[in-house]
């Protein structure tokens, strides 16, 4: 029992760490547990809020000098605070606003993360970012039929703004992907 205790203190530690470091850069961590998986969006802050989404390269800057001064694992965002976040959540623990204002944590956002990351595909992505591979991830996931309703779920948060044609080829690839699924 005494680990969970050492896990958890540890993850707040590395959190807080994290939410110091995006804040000082200006920017707004969503950590999104969805389908068991952290998938993370960055915004620029606006008043301490989340304002424009932008591409999330800085996550991986900003949690490399966190596991740097914490001597924690380079996937520590998706292996650690995964587990944590996952516990958390089970234990009905987990506030959003915890570790505010440079980092948000949210639960079962899937819909709401996949039109982020879409919309981030209508300009090219930093090397770093992660955001087409997430939107791929989640497009995997997602609990829906047709190509028409990841349309809808992107326009509902961007009703003005066209979905990009690389969004839309990714959209393609991943429902040809999916298995076959026989009534």
């Known amino acids: 029992m005494a680990s969970a205790t050492l896990h958890k203190t540890h993850a707040v530690k590395a959190l807080r760490r994290l939410s110091t470091l995006a804040t000082a ?9 969805c389908h068991g998986a952290i998938v993370v969006a960055a915004f620029r802050a606006v008043e301490g809020r989340r304002g424009e989404v932008r591409p999330n390269d800085i996550v991986t800057r900003l949690a490399d000098i966190v596991s740097d001064e914490m001597r924690l694992r380079k996937d ?6 995964a587990a944590f976040m996952t516990e958390a ?20 956002g899937g819909a709401r993360m996949l039109a982020q990351k ?19 991830f989640l497009l995997r996931k997602i609990s829906v039929s047709a190509p028409g309703q990841i349309r809808y779920i992107y326009e509902r948060a961007f009703p003005n703004a066209p ?11 991943a429902f040809r992907a999916r298995p076959l699924v026989k009534a």
């Open 118 to 136: 879409l919309n981030l595909l209508r300009e090219d992505s930093p090397p770093d970012a992660t955001d087409e591979r997430d939107a791929e």
């Open 163 to 173: 979905m990009s044609d690389r969004a839309q080829e990714l959209i393609q690839r």
């Open 76 to 81: 520590w965002l998706e292996s650690d605070i």
């Open 25 to 33: 850069s200006g920017t707004v961590l969503e950590l999104a547990l």
């Open 89 to 108: 959540s089970a234990d009905h623990t987990l506030r959003p606003e915890e570790f505010a204002p440079g980092v948000v944590i949210s639960i079962n």
